[in-house]
Nanobody, 112 residues
């Protein structure tokens, strides 16, 4: 059974940083591309970033490019999202995704 468990969310002031983690199990993590997707309050899902199986190829939504960094540690079966220069528009629930599988999400709140 695929399990994705996100952590690292919280309350941060505008301009601050957070590092999200996603612990994966139940599949061969190192064989799959992974993504982060977010959902702002009252809005639909928004793709944030993806990384290929080896970690050498990354893509970002224009809204986060230059501020967020996706990475992975295949030895630890863990996906990361380093978020810097956070803005109020970055607030929402952040989900780890592989195929049709989703974690429970971790809440990010950006407010002064």
């Amino acid at each position: 059974e695929v399990q994705l468990v996100e952590s690292g969310g919280g309350l941060v002031q505008p301009g601050g940083s957070l590092r999200l983690s996603c612990a994966a199990s139940g599949f061969t993590f190192s064989s799959y591309a992974m993504s982060w997707v977010r959902q702002a309050p009252g809005k639909g899902l928004e793709w944030v970033s993806s990384i290929n199986s080896g970690g050498g190829d990354t893509t970002y939504a224009d809204s986060v490019k230059g501020r967020f960094t996706i990475s992975r540690d295949n030895a630890k079966n863990t996906l990361y999202l380093q978020m810097n220069s956070l803005k109020p528009d970055d607030a929402g629930v952040y989900y780890c995704n592989v195929g049709d599988n989703w974690g429970q999400g971790t809440q990010v709140t950006v407010s002064s």
